[in-house]
């Protein structure tokens, strides 16, 4: 589904991603961790398709097609997902105006009409349920003084209404405590498929017990420097990054 | 100097045959011939003046007019179960008016019928709101006014229903060698616990030039509370110069809002003068440039006595070649301490080739105060942008949503639901079709 081979990606002219292969097939979870500044929140935007964000090597193909030149929207009409390490507050738009919006946009992207306000409203209100997030915020200015676990919340909410087909969630765990993460977990749960396709980044381990991932890679200076199952996970929990980092030392 | 006398001499003797409201009123003959003495040592004001900096005139200046025409009759008005005052080209029109169902204690009246009645004594009022230094438009006003509308309520009177007053422009015809002028101006005098709403809309129809030079005096007694609308709506190649000029008493409150969307230039003057303990202005502006447009709004408080209160906030979204122009003036007079003045303006620019100037000017000398004051000048903001996209909101909708929301912070502080809904309507309509359905 998501085919990224030799990437080399920079931030407003700084080279972060050097050289970074990833292959993510349907069905499948994949988690991300790795040190901070390494590169985890690049690569997610990269394949969202931040402006700014340049891809000066490599490919990075989804469901077979290049989407090197495509913008964020169409990224997202083809069903791409990034739920934001640090989701934006817009003031003055609501979380329905964005939603009905977002829906829309992706509907007409793919040739159907326009959602009729009834299925919007009732598909609203099931998926707001699933992440336990009160009405009043639907009504409110998107995450604008949302708490850090209610913003999270908000994205896994954006993301259960959009259906992505590939959703990238960068850090959705941070921040959050067992409550939130059980209610995140649940609503990632409930999108995982076996047409769609996940890529978790995450600095804790206890977010892959409630979603099991089906491989663990580590990103460090701008490549993935090790892949393995989820007992990766557990490893570099107990070791830290530094095991990786000498392990990598030694082999050259 | 002898162009400007030259010009001056012209623009007077584009006014022969004007119709003038109240004539045979001796004090309004003699403020007439102050005025028009006025203006010929003053003139029209022009880019050497400090308050005229910004904003050329010299379209304005170039026209040649002549008293508005009256000429278009086919006038097809919404509905509204509101008293409705219409103007047709500055004259009161009594056919598309509609003056039943006023509240008990209020009048309310085209200028000549005040002028006429003695008991309403707008002798002592005429003119008293304007500021000491008046420009050349205002005297042109006093001069040669032809009518406006004359609001009055009683002690205590309500008017539970807004008041509404229609100031309509002839379409005028583009093989004509002269524009349309029309000059009026209104009265708001409201008694002690009154209170009122009153919106006034300027509208003309796209294409046509004309020049409407309007002012309304707002006297409001003590404790009054008057809410003053005015959505401009003229058309995109007129002339709009406006005042709102208030006089507050006592714990008077008074909100005024400038919505400015049409005019090819447009220049505002809002003043307000707390002289009674306790009174509060509220000042709201909204400016939607696009095309050419000029909007020039001059704001002036003057705290002039202690424990008053102000709060002014201006926004404006400019788009292609359109500029804004604001100036906040804030007088907080010596003794008048435990003053609370706020006073905000935001630009968004949505073009390269579009631009602001702000100016906040705080002259405060008195010491216990309390004075705040903000002004920025932008673009949409690329992170909020990312993330609407990245929701599969395309950049054109992504953009007018945010800048919906960013005029939004304006129309919130309309009170009246209907006018929200109106204005509401009418800028995401202009930023995106069928956004108003998102909202
Ligand atoms: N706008 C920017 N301009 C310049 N450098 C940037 C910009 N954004 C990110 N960087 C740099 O890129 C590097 C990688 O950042 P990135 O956010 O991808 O790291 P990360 O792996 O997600 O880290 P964390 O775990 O802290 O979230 C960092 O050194 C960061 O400072
Ligand atoms: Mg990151």
Redesign the interface.
Known sequence: MLSVKNLHASVFDTPILKGLNLEVNAGEVHAIMGPNGSGKSTLANVV?????YEITEGTVEYQGKDIREM???E???EGV??A?QY??E?????NM???????N??RK?RGEGEMPAAEFLQLIKEKAALVEMKQELLKR??NEGFSGGEKKRNEIL?MAM?EPTLALLDETDSGLDIDALKIVSKGVNALRSPERAMVLVTHYQRLLDYIVPDYVHVLSDGKIVKSGDKSLALELEEKGYSWIEQELQQAS | MSIAADQTQSWLDQHPGAPLAGAGASWLDSARANALALFERIGLPGVRDEQWRYTNLRALKSKLYQPAANSQSDWSLPESDHPRFVLVDGVYNAGLSNLEGVAKGVQFMPLDDAVADSRFDLETRFGSTLPAQQHGFSALNTAYCQGGYVLMLGAGATSKSPLEVLFLNSATDSTADASAISHTRNFIIADANSQCTVIERHQGTDGSVYLHNTITEIIAGDNAHIDHYKIQQDSCDAFHIGGVFIEQARSAQVKTHNLALGGLVARNDVRASLSGEGAHIEMNGLVFGRGRQHVDNHTEVVHAVPHCTSDEYYRSVLDDQSRSVFRGRIIVAQDAQQTNAEQQNNNLLLSAGAEADTKPQLEIYADDVQCSHGATVGQLDPKSLFYLNSRGIDTESARALLTFAFANEVIERIAIESVRDEMTQLIAGALLDGMEELL
């Not at chain 1, 969202?48 to 700014?52: C, D, H, I, M």
């Open positions: 969202a398709g931040r402006p700014g913008d964020a929207s990224r997202a009409g997902f990034l934001f989701p934006v817009i003031p003055g738009v609501s105006a964005m939603l009905k919006a977002a829906i946009s992706l992207y200015s998107v954006q959009l």
